[in-house]
């Protein structure tokens, strides 16, 4: 069911219902496992106050009435059962905490899958508009905290419920009146709770955004670290973080002061029950109305109901944490994702044209147009855009990748004489290519998950990147560093256009490949260029009118 929806990206909000209910088989299991735990644990408090009994009223106690006469006999047999039931009690811990851990872990994986598909399926638009490094937060450390809640916290409430009705009942059959008394602070420990979460759940929120905008800052820090240096603004970017740094603090001071106040508040409530309890118990023991037995097991049971009421306090703080990152994670996919609906084309293709711009018309402001087109290129032809910069070239190649919807017009793409939606069909070098972290095979093979070493081999040949690659201790194995940075910019504009030709497209789009290349080497890039590419289009952006001789059509945008 939840694959059903991270396919298709329905039901945005996840709710913790909606995310345990995904698993009920597995979440049905650790609940039944966290019931049997928490009954047991229960027991020994039972069996002290039956072992009181037995000592004190020997062959009178609740054991001898139901027929075991001898004291010390019941003595053993309590202390069998008490074997049993911390035995019960351990073999249950182990198995709802595999239980809720497994569950937490396999929803965290779906999570992040969910949310991986839904960011990289984004709108080109919405996705410029979001920082990386407060996404990379969402996807990270809002996961992660629900995966914290569910790995602990279900079992904390089942645990408090399932207690506080087995002591109430418990309770009930002893003296309703100590009962009632024990259970005086709960209505007063849900108003304090009410008004905490109502306090503290827009601070959890803020605190959960201001952590997003020091991840942030950081990554400015360090993604811009060579302009930083050249420019000596290490400084300035220090004192950038540390004002974010320092609005978190505030920030989080402000909420631990909320929550600290909140246990001290709750513990003078829930004194009421324990001195309630205490008293006329105390009075019914003293009037010979209930067994000194009696007495000291309501006591101590009191103290199992209650103290638990005060760790709601951390976790009614994880379930506000939680909540906070679910509302996140919510405005997450609640952002548009881009459908690229694939248009069937009014006309046949085969041997026809495989790249159709139709009266197509972009302005990232509709009102504001870049150029109005049309373009019909056929398999084997090259054209080159030209145009003065910011006239909109990249631009039009990010609308034939389907990266941004035409305003007026349309762009046909025709792979294996059908039309292919998006970017399927298309290879891409863009103006400034990304490099993952990985080595250069893995790099060229970004194109081609199949290609084999041959033929990488052969492309970089092509592109005179062989020798070069060769040379290197670690050959096409070598690492690349982050973003390519242990490339020189010639090499890394060249390993872009091997990985593209190594894509299996007909239409090949080029953003200024040679920009970072010298004469010689971007005479053998057009070279590699009609040799591999006789059977697609290819449109190349290029401002250096030298080259214009390479390409069949030079089509001017800025016309
Ligand atoms: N994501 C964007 N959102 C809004 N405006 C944009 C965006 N990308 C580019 N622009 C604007 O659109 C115009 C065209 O940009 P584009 O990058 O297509 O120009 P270009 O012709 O490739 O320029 P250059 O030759 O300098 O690379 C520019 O004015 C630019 O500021
Ligand atoms: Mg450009």
Not at 3 to 26: D, N
Not at 95 to 117: D, E, G, T, V
Not at 122 to 148: G, H, P
Not at 472 to 495: F, K, N, V
């Amino acid at each position: 069911m939840i694959q059903a929806a991270i396919m298709h990206g329905v039901s945005h909000q996840p709710t913790l219902w909606r995310l345990v209910l995904s698993q009920p088989r597995a979440f049905a299991g650790a609940t039944a496992w966290s019931v049997t735990n928490t009954f047991f644990d229960f027991l020994p408090e039972v069996m002290v106050g039956l072992a009181v009994d037995s000592a004190v009223q020997g062959q009178k106690s609740l054991l001898g009435s139901m027929g075991i006469v001898d004291p010390w006999h019941q003595i053993l047999l309590i202390t069998a059962a008490a074997f049993l039931a911390w035995g019960v009690e351990s073999w249950s811990q182990y198995r709802y905490m595999i239980a809720w851990r497994s569950l937490a872990q396999n929803l965290q994986h779906q999570l992040r899958q969910r949310l991986a598909r839904h960011v990289l399926g984004m709108r080109m638009d919405v996705f410029e508009r979001r920082s990386t490094a407060d996404l990379t937060t969402v996807m990270n450390d809002d996961v992660n905290q629900i995966e914290r809640f569910i790995s602990d916290g279900i079992h904390s409430i089942l645990s408090l419920i399932v207690g506080f009705c087995l002591v109430f009942a418990f309770f009930a059959t002893m003296s309703p009146v100590a009962a009632m008394l024990a259970v005086l602070p709960a209505p007063l420990v849900v108003i304090i709770s009410r008004l905490y979460r109502r306090r503290i759940d827009s601070r959890f929120l803020s605190l959960r955004r201001y952590s997003g905008a020091i991840s942030d800052a950081i990554s400015n820090g360090l993604r811009g670290f060579m302009t930083i240096r050249a420019f000596g603004q290490a400084d300035w970017e220090v004192e950038r973080i540390s004002r974010q740094s320092a609005t978190y603090r505030q920030a989080a001071i402000a909420a631990a002061r909320l929550s600290a106040g909140y246990v001290p508040v709750l513990r003078m409530a829930i004194v009421f029950g324990f001195a309630g309890v205490l008293l006329y118990g105390g009075h019914l023991a003293v009037s010979g109305e209930i067994a000194v037995a009696a007495y000291g097991t309501l006591v101590f049971l009191t103290q199992r109901l209650l103290w638990p009421m005060a760790s709601m306090a951390l976790l009614v703080e994880g379930y506000q944490k939680m909540q906070a990152s679910l509302v996140r994670i919510g405005e997450l996919l609640a952002l548009d994702i881009h459908c690229p609906i694939s248009k069937m084309p009014d006309r046949n293709h085969e041997g026809g044209p495989v790249l159709i711009i139709d009266d197509l018309t972009f302005g990232y402001e509709k009102s504001n147009p870049l150029w109005t087109l049309n373009l019909n290129v056929s398999a084997g032809e090259r054209v080159a855009v030209v145009g003065r910069s910011g006239s909109g070239k990249s631009t039009l190649l990010k609308i034939i990748l389907g990266f941004y919807e035409p305003t007026v017009g349309q762009v046909i793409v025709s792979h294996h004489g059908k039309p292919a939606a998006g970017a399927s069909g298309i290879s891409y070098v863009g103006q400034h290519p990304y490099m993952f972290s990985g080595s250069i095979a893995d790099n060229l093979r970004y194109g081609n998950l199949t290609a084999t070493d041959e033929e990488l081999v052969a492309v970089c040949k092509a592109l005179g990147l062989h020798d070069f690659i060769s040379a290197l201790p670690d050959g096409y194995r070598s690492a690349l560093g982050e973003d390519g940075c242990l490339l020189s910019g010639g090499q890394r504009q060249r390993l872009a256009i091997g990985r593209a030709l190594l894509r299996q497209s007909s239409v090949l789009l080029m953003d200024e490949p040679t920009s970072a290349l010298d004469r010689d080497s971007a005479q053998r890039v057009f070279e590699a260029l009609r040799r591999h590419c006789q059977d697609r289009a290819v449109i190349v952006v290029t401002h250096r009118a030298d080259e214009h001789c390479e390409f069949d059509r030079v089509v001017d945008v800025s016309a």
